[in-house]
């Protein structure tokens, strides 16, 4: 009975063993396998630690390149603001000798089947002087020298007329008041130099689109440094009123000229002020415009050339860095005509739409010529002309007048009248200039 109970116990233990083993051999299995997981998940850390190890360091890079080109960015624009006001100190000396009142002359050129074979042009010289001639007179009086700061004959094209009046029109971008006026007879040209005869032709564009082109371009390629806004208005004055010219229902308003300065630069606050980007945008509010004009010219016999244009851009620009805001309205102002009118035959309304505009020409001769003369008082306040561009005329504005004549006999004395009127108003700046 020993033995059998020693045999059941080892029997017992035999059992005990092999359940053991068979839980150990299932435990090593179990660590086998956990063992192997670990070995995948430690392969996939050292991959993964490789990759964060890669992108840190690119990072790094990146977190470099960027802070160096932050670094040259301030460079840039703090060299830039030096250049700018360099550049602003330069034109002042520039226009401290030269004066801020500019005159050039522009001759057309005969126009086709027009040509009697006989021009009253007789000469253009280098320094802006241009000779008259009458040929049907002959001696002294037949001949009649006037000087200009420069004088465009015939052949000069808009690119080279626009490339002479570009660096007055960026100064709109550095915070400066312009004025161009295109002055002369009806037929002499104004409107071909401000508009072109074409807005469909990029080549004949007038003054107008290349300085808007010219400012959108130069506006661009500050985006870095200043965010500049371009918003223009177009108005027209006709017998001493006002008008829209950009209101899209026709409406006829007359509107108000505010003579107090305005914080945002706006002396006619109530005419439409339209946000431009591009020079499509302008040439669509052109459109506009000229078509709002041609409503009044069919009611009124060519109108047009009895009212002034003005369209007016207001540039806004904020410096990024200094967070400072420049300021800068450009004036194109196309002018009724110069020619004067035979008071004996012109009755009724003609005889109003010539008196208006007479007054109107004549207060503006008046505002330029004192602000030439430096006087104290300034007659702005003769004509609505003068009083819508009063902020830019005279101060720190700059003013360049076209003026513009025809090279036909038959308009000798209009070409004489308007060279005395242009030489009035240019006559004691051109001196000043010529004794520098
Ligand atoms: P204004 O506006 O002074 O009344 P316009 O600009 O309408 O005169 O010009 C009268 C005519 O002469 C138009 O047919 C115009 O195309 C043409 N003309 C004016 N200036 C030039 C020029 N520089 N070259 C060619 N044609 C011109
Ligand atoms: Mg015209």
């Known amino acids: 009975s020993n033995d059998l109970s020693t045999f059941c116990i080892c029997g017992g233990k035999r059992d005990e063993i092999r359940i053991n083993s068979s839980h150990i051999s299932k435990q090593v299995e179990r660590l086998d396998l956990q063992q192997n997981q670990l070995e995948v998940l430690k392969s996939n850390f050292q991959e993964t630690r490789a990759t964060v190890k890669d992108a840190h360091s690119n990072w790094g890079d990146e977190l470099r390149r960027l802070e160096f080109h932050i670094k040259s960015l301030e460079v840039e624009s703090s060299s830039y603001h030096k250049l700018l006001e360099e550049n602003r100190l330069l034109y002042n000396t520039v226009q401290d000798l030269k004066g801020t009142i500019r005159v050039f002359c522009r001759v057309r050129p005969f126009l086709p089947g027009q040509t009697d074979g006989l021009s009253t042009i007789d000469y253009i010289g280098e320094n802006g002087n241009i000779m008259i001639v009458n040929p049907h007179k002959h001696g002294k009086d037949a001949r009649k020298v006037f000087t200009f700061n420069k004088v465009f004959g015939a052949n000069v094209t808009q690119q080279q007329v626009f490339g002479d009046t570009q660096p007055l029109i960026r100064s709109v971008l550095d ?77 006829n308003r007359r509107l108000d000229i505010w003579n107090i300065s305005q914080p945002n630069g706006l002396n006619v606050p109530d005419a439409s002020l339209v946000p431009v980007k591009c020079t499509q945008d302008v040439l669509d509010l052109m459109l506009i415009g000229q078509k709002n004009r041609a409503v009044g010219a069919t009611a009124l016999n060519e109108r047009s050339s009895r009212s002034h244009s003005v369209l007016a851009v207001h540039v806004h620009g904020k410096e990024l860095v200094s967070g400072s805001i420049l300021r800068g309205c450009l004036h194109l102002v196309d002018l009724a005509g110069s020619e004067r009118v035979d008071k004996s035959e012109a009755v009724g309304e003609r005889l109003r739409e010539a008196q208006h505009i007479n007054r109107s020409l004549s207060a503006l001769g008046d505002v330029i010529s004192s602000l030439a003369q430096k006087n104290k008082h300034i007659p702005y306040r003769n004509s609505k002309l003068t009083q819508v561009l009063q902020d830019s005329l005279g101060g720190q504005a700059k003013t360049l007048m076209f003026v513009h004549i025809n090279p036909e006999v038959s308009s000798f004395g209009e070409t004489i009248s308007t060279l005395k009127f242009a030489e009035r108003v240019a006559s004691i700046e051109l001196g000043a200039a010529r004794s520098n």
């Open 175 to 251: 915070g400066y008041n312009v004025c161009i006026f295109a002055y002369g007879q009806t037929g002499s040209g104004k409107t071909y130099t401000m508009n072109g005869p074409d807005l469909t032709t990029e080549e004949t564009w007038g003054v107008n689109y290349r300085a808007l082109n010219d400012l959108f371009e130069i506006s661009n390629s500050r985006l870095d440094f200043i965010r500049y806004e371009v918003r223009v208005q177009m108005i027209e004055i006709y017998n001493e009123q006002v008008r829209d010219l950009l209101v899209s229902d026709g409406t």
